[in-house]
């Protein structure tokens, strides 16, 4: 009867555990403006999109004041440094008249992205995992893309793939560790690393290996 009851009780705490965590955010670049939307359709609320520099910096209004959301809620960043990170916040007030804030979430805004692809990986030199940033601009409603991202050593040979997959218009992460296709960690060295869309578009960047 105990462990009915505990399974129960850790049942509903993660449920409520998964019910409240935030939302994720996407960014794209229609005519090379950044646009910040909050994953998830929350038609009937009311919203306001604000940024800083900092997650403890200042927060400054990008939308005029409480915003209808008719499913997308969303704000056009216009003052934007391109290639710098922002942290952005969102304020929703639901029918109900509750509020609920999400964020701030810090974005590092391409300007590569602009011109239709990106790639950048960190840390460089690496001594661990790799995290990738691909990212694809366009609308919110542009179908995701067959994309790959493959790894040549310093003589142009393909050794690893880091990503195949598919990707929407945005950002988006990807973790991987530093091994051959093979399974063998991959020696000390510059590597380069391309990232193919489906459609054409490619993106170049270098990745120091370190040991």
Same mark, same amino acid.
């Given at each position: 009867?105990?462990?009915? $009851?505990?399974?129960?009780?850790?049942?509903? #705490?993660?449920?409520?555990?998964?019910?409240?965590?935030?939302?994720? !955010?996407? #960014?794209?670049?229609?005519?090379?403006?950044?646009?910040?939307?909050?994953?998830? &359709?929350?038609?009937?609320?009311?919203? =306001? $999109?604000?940024?800083?520099?900092?997650?403890?910096?200042?927060?400054?209004?990008?939308?005029?004041?409480?915003?209808?959301?008719?499913?997308?809620?969303?704000?056009?960043?216009r003052g934007a440094a391109?290639?710098?990170?922002?942290?952005?916040?969102?304020?929703?007030?639901?029918?109900?008249?509750?509020?609920?804030?999400?964020?701030?979430?810090?974005?590092?805004?391409?300007?590569?992205?602009? +011109?239709?692809?990106?790639?950048? *990986?960190?840390?460089?030199?690496?001594?661990?995992?790799?995290?990738?940033?691909?990212?694809?601009?366009?609308?919110? &409603?542009? =179908?995701?893309?067959?994309?790959?991202?493959? !790894?040549?050593?310093?003589?142009?040979?393909?050794?690893?793939?880091?990503?195949?997959?598919?990707?929407?218009?945005?950002?988006?992460?990807?973790?991987?560790?530093?091994?051959?296709?093979?399974?063998?960690?991959?020696?000390?060295?510059?590597?380069? $690393?391309?990232?193919? *869309?489906?459609?054409?578009? +490619?993106? $170049?960047?270098?990745?120091?290996?370190?040991?």
């Open positions: 009867m105990n462990r009915i $009851v505990t399974l129960v009780i850790s049942t509903l #705490v993660l449920a409520t555990s998964l019910a409240a965590a935030d939302p994720g !955010v996407r #960014v794209d670049y229609p005519g090379g403006t950044p646009r910040i939307r909050l994953e998830g &359709d929350w038609s009937g609320s009311h919203y =306001a $999109v604000s940024r800083a520099a900092g997650a403890d910096g200042v927060f400054v209004p990008l939308t005029g004041g409480d915003v209808l959301c008719t499913g997308d809620c969303y704000a056009l960043d391109l290639g710098s990170t922002v942290w952005y916040r969102f304020d929703l007030t639901f029918a109900d008249g509750g509020t609920r804030r999400y964020g701030p979430f810090a974005i590092t805004l391409a300007p590569e992205l602009s +011109r239709g692809i990106r790639l950048a *990986a960190s840390p460089s030199p690496a001594r661990g995992p790799v995290t990738f940033e691909l990212g694809l601009a366009g609308t919110r &409603d542009a =179908a995701p893309l067959a994309a790959e991202a493959s !790894v040549f050593d310093a003589g142009g040979r393909r050794v690893a793939e880091a990503f195949r997959g598919t990707l929407a218009a945005g950002t988006t992460r990807v973790n991987w560790t530093p091994r051959d296709a093979g399974g063998r960690a991959l020696a000390a060295g510059v590597y380069l $690393v391309r990232l193919t *869309a489906a459609d054409g578009r +490619r993106a $170049v960047t270098r990745l120091v290996i370190a040991r």
